[in-house]
């Protein structure tokens, strides 16, 4: 008789491998979207026709067409079923490594909630020092915006000052603990960004600025918003391209 423990860890080995199996689909039908197998307004095949193209259980296809929902790539509408909303640019699949997309939307997660409550302590407990960190990391993104630069560098090290000002190492660790996924993350959308007009990287540091200032004016809530809001953002700029007008 198996006990409850290798009874647990079967159920987790299991739950990782939908979790895997899921990511797959997911990236495989985004792909398809993103090349424009499956056109903007147009309807998915049904969930028997997906599931049997993909080699995969209803379960685990549905989980994939979830994650889609939530990255507003495609809507379902009662009865009719799911159709495509929007269309990301190509140049996703150019910046992302192959298998990342759904890791860096979970990192996404992740940082909002991290970087939400190290935000809202740093509103509390930073010091001049800290605050003189984040300008300069502030300054230097502006003049990489000003110069069509990447940036990469200078947004990560706005954002651990951030950590850091929360005066709780953990938050910074917790931080650093995923710096390869959230570096990943950051190379995709600044990435995506230079390929826009100018004025999407000035909102991305208005975004700044807004986080910035609240904690300089001791607004912790504000500050929180404004942090979670700026990574929310970022996470749905992954999937900016064209929109379904209906």
Excluded: W
Excluded at 141 to 151: P, S
Aim: aromatic share 4%.
């Amino acid at each position: 008789m198996k006990s409850s423990q290798e009874k647990s860890h079967r159920s987790e080995k299991q739950a990782f491998k939908d979790s895997s199996l899921s990511d797959r689909v997911y990236e495989r039908l985004l792909s398809m979207i993103v090349q424009g197998e499956i056109a903007v307004g147009d309807k998915l095949p049904t969930e028997h026709v997906l599931s049997e193209q993909m080699q995969v259980s209803r379960p685990i296809l549905r989980q994939a067409l979830k994650q889609l929902r939530e990255d507003d790539v495609i809507v379902s509408r009662q009865g009719s079923g799911s159709f495509v909303k929007r269309r990301p640019d190509e140049a996703i699949l150019d910046f992302a490594p192959v298998g990342s997309i759904a890791d860096i939307q979970r990192t996404f997660e992740f940082r909002a909630a991290v970087e939400g409550e190290a935000a809202y302590l740093a509103a509390k407990r930073r010091s001049q020092a800290d605050i003189d960190l984040m300008t300069a990391a502030l300054k230097e993104l502006d003049r990489c915006v000003e110069n069509n630069e990447l940036g990469v560098d200078a947004d990560e090290a706005f954002h651990f000052a951030i950590c850091r000002a929360s005066d709780n190492q953990y938050f910074a660790s917790a931080r650093t603990s995923m710096n390869a996924n959230i570096l990943t993350g950051m190379n995709l959308t600044r990435n995506l960004s230079l390929m826009k007009p100018k004025t999407r990287l000035e909102l991305v540091q208005q975004e700044h600025r807004e986080i910035i200032e609240a904690i300089i004016e001791g607004d912790a809530p504000a500050a929180r918003d404004a942090m979670r809001r700026h990574i929310d953002n970022a996470r749905q700029r992954v999937f900016d391209g064209e929109v379904s007008s209906s």
